[in-house]
């Protein structure tokens, strides 16, 4: 590798080995300008417009640099807004907060408050809905083992006045295999194994649930809940773990649910005799899905399955985290990706277009039912809910909410002008394109595998995991257009453009994509990796 960069007298510094591999399929280009659905690509000449059809993974719906989003953020700075100014009042966090209730309400029928703990990233909020969670599943582990421990004290009264007996079945179903005469020392080896098992469930650790396909961040907690190995396995060992559950497939739900369920047996009276009553233990800490999964490849979750899911998660009193950090915020014609299904979650994350492509900014949300008011001394973030950020996001909301909603309608009518176009693809180069799948301006295409190619070019990208980014840079070098595979799915070019994508764009997109097939087709490796 060239140690340094050609345009700065110094070595490459800044991740030099992810520039390496951007070199490598063509994509270590340099944007300078960034207006609408174009970014502008530094060449020798000047500046090259390029169709960005990734859109910042989804975090500018409504293009960047919008003028009314730019024209605000310069008067919040010319203003000298206080960016830095914690552990005082926020009213334009409680204002951002409310906004988002009033739009959430109204997607889901309800007026169950949503409380707000704002971050800087979609990957920290995810942390905090899941610390969130645990903190909660710590607390309702603390009031069941007082709850219990109130009723051991009054069944051990029962035995010691002899108003009760301890049979042997008690302590078959134990597990005990002393049997004293003294009812005391019956129920006192009933106890020291029942506590045994108590020690035994406390010290588990929480057990999460996860879609497969799944992608929730990539920080020591969150990675775990993301499916990729690639990504989750190196750092196994920092955070707690998760069942990957596939898509449509509530049979495994309750197979997990077998496995994993944990049962504290407690002492009850029941005429004159000690009897054993079990008490659901808290191990399910949460359940998290994406009501359209970003990196796994854009694929939709199921009404039917988000209501498996939602019902499964009530019966084990398990709380569902909904991520709609790359759906969410009008992506796909709604705030809430997940609405229209009929999901509702008791914990949503938001982040990209919440911060209008300018600001770096992400909330979690709790409905009131689980929030735990001591979470807010516990968890803090120094740059989380500043002045700047949240004025930026309720810009965002009012631009969305403008005109009765036009954003999201233009979001779902561009949608369908570039769901067309990929379906028209589709349906020309069968042997070439496998599926379009996706909602709104949140779309993917994914290609055959190509690992069995004639071209040596095309089977070796295809082998090492680097096919999609290969594609990318084609369209790219070739038609200055800009997207990139999904993560975890390598195969699926993505498709995120903002709500100012243009028919001549989404044409522009079209021909390169002609292009890639028409070469992928022929087996033409040489040329699908040339300029």
């Not at 010319?78 to 409310?98: C, E």
Request: proline share 4%; aromatic share 6%.
């Amino acid at each position: 590798m060239d140690d340094y960069n050609a345009t700065t007298s110094g070595p490459e510094l800044a991740e030099p080995y992810l520039r390496e591999v951007l070199d490598s399929a063509g994509l270590a280009v340099e944007y300078v300008r960034a207006q609408g659905n174009s970014l502008y690509q530094r060449t020798d000449d000047g500046e090259l417009p390029v169709a960005d059809f990734a859109g910042g993974y989804g975090s500018v719906l409504l293009g960047h640099n919008h003028p009314a989003i730019v024209a605000r953020a310069k008067e919040l700075l010319d203003g000298g807004t206080p960016v830095h100014a914690q552990f005082s009042r926020h009213p334009y966090a409680n204002r951002l907060a409310a906004e988002l209730n009033r739009i959430i309400h109204r997607e889901l029928g309800t007026d169950e408050p949503y409380y707000a703990v704002f971050a800087n990233s979609g990957a920290e909020a995810v942390e905090a809905a899941i610390k969130h969670a645990e903190l909660d599943r710590g607390m309702r582990i603390a009031d069941l083992l007082t709850q219990t421990a109130a009723r051991r004290d009054s069944v051990r009264s029962a035995v010691a006045d002899g108003t009760a007996t301890v049979p042997d079945t008690v302590l078959h179903t134990l597990g005990v295999t002393a049997r004293p005469e003294s009812a005391a020392e019956r129920f006192a080896l009933v106890e020291e194994e029942i506590e045994r098992r108590t020690r035994e469930l406390t010290a588990r650790p929480p057990m999460f649930l996860s879609l497969e396909g799944g992608f929730h961040g990539k920080l020591a907690a969150s990675v775990q809940l993301t499916h990729n190995e690639g990504y989750r396995l190196p750092f196994a060992a920092l955070a707690a773990q998760a069942r990957f559950v596939p898509q449509d497939r509530p049979d495994v739900l309750k197979e997990i649910h077998a496995e994993e369920r944990g049962v504290l047996p407690e002492p009850a009276v029941v005429d004159g005799q000690v009897a054993l009553v079990e008490r659901e233990f808290p191990v399910f800490c949460a359940f998290l899905l994406e009501p359209v999964q970003g990196e796994g490849g854009i694929r939709e979750l199921s009404a039917e399955f988000a209501r498996e899911i939602q019902e499964f998660c009530a019966a084990v009193d398990c709380p569902v985290v909904v991520d709609e950090i790359q759906s969410g915020m009008g992506r796909t014609g709604t705030l809430l990706a997940s609405s229209p299904l009929g999901l509702r979650g008791d914990y949503y994350t938001l982040a990209k277009t919440l911060g209008g492509g300018i600001a770096k900014t992400s909330v979690m949300l709790v409905r009131r039912t689980w929030y735990r008011k001591e979470f807010e001394i516990v968890h803090s973030s120094t740059f989380a809910k500043d002045s700047f950020s949240c004025h930026i996001a309720l810009k965002v909301l009012e631009l969305l909410e403008a005109d009765d909603g036009a954003a999201y309608r233009r979001a779902v009518e561009r949608g369908e002008a570039l769901r067309s176009m990929l379906t028209r693809l589709h349906g020309d180069f069968p042997d070439v394109v496998a599926e379009v799948r996706g909602r709104g301006l949140m779309l993917g295409l994914e290609f055959r595998d190509q690992s069995e190619s004639a071209s040596e070019e095309i089977r070796q990208a295809a082998q090492g995991g680097l096919f999609g980014y290969v594609l990318a840079g084609h369209l790219l070098r070739r038609h200055r257009v800009r997207t990139f595979p999904t993560a975890s799915a390598v195969n699926t070019l993505r498709f995120e453009p903002s709500v100012e994508v243009d028919d001549a764009q989404i044409a522009q997109l079209e021909t390169g994509l002609r292009d890639v097939c028409g070469l992928l087709r022929a087996g033409d490796g040489a040329a699908l990796g040339s300029a």
